[in-house]
């Protein structure tokens, strides 16, 4: 099948973020912290996602962010970001940070390649709400039944399927 456009996940497929997640974390979870909020057995998701609930989600992102940004510095680049250049419309739909996804791939030589960027804080809902990949389609001016989306994780496969788009998983790095 021909796609009118392919949308890539960003951490693990195109380019792997340096970044100390258990850092990150401990900052996550200070910031919820001093909001009076629990975090005690929460993974960092699972922080992110209360945050969103109790109306912090911009102080957790924001913790994350700075993490994500100082990692894409330091990152690789992966074997699957050989597909760029591609011949149609591409775009990046991230859990990572606007932001850090756009220096990655400045950092990597990959921004040149990517029409649309989204990150977990381009619009309200993020990864495995479709919202975010139905937004970057837009911006590709893509129909979901003809775009691609290819990813590392099972929230990027869910994130698909919700949005009707095709999902390819990367090949192992």
């Known amino acids: 099948m021909e796609y009118e456009a ?3 996940d960003l951490d693990g497929t195109l380019v792997r973020l340096d970044v100390d997640w258990d850092a990150a974390a401990r900052d996550a979870a200070a910031a919820l912290r001093a909001r009076d ?3 005690d057995g929460l993974s960092l998701w699972e922080m992110l996602e209360t945050a969103t609930e109790r ?3 911009s102080a957790v992102s924001d913790a994350l962010a700075d993490h994500e940004r100082e990692g894409a510095t330091r990152g690789s680049v992966l074997p699957t970001a050989d597909e760029l250049p591609r011949a149609g419309p591409v775009g990046v739909c991230s859990l990572n940070a606007e932001r ?3 220096e990655a791939l400045a950092v990597h ?3 040149a390649h990517v029409d649309a960027v989204v990150g977990r804080d381009t619009v309200e809902g993020y990864k495995p709400d479709p919202e975010p ?3 970057v389609l837009g911006h590709l001016d893509a129909e979901p039944g003809r775009a691609l989306f290819v990813g590392d994780t099972e929230r ?3 994130t698909a399927r919700r949005a009707g788009v095709e999902f390819r998983w990367v090949e192992e790095h």
Do not use: P, S, W
Request: charged share 35%.
């Open 6 to 8: 392919v949308v890539y």
């Open 37 to 39: 909020v629990d975090v």
């Open 55 to 57: 109306g912090y989600k």
């Open 100 to 102: 850090a996804c756009r």
């Open 109 to 111: 030589g990959l921004d």
């Open 133 to 135: 990949l139905l937004h």
């Open 156 to 158: 990027d496969r869910e």
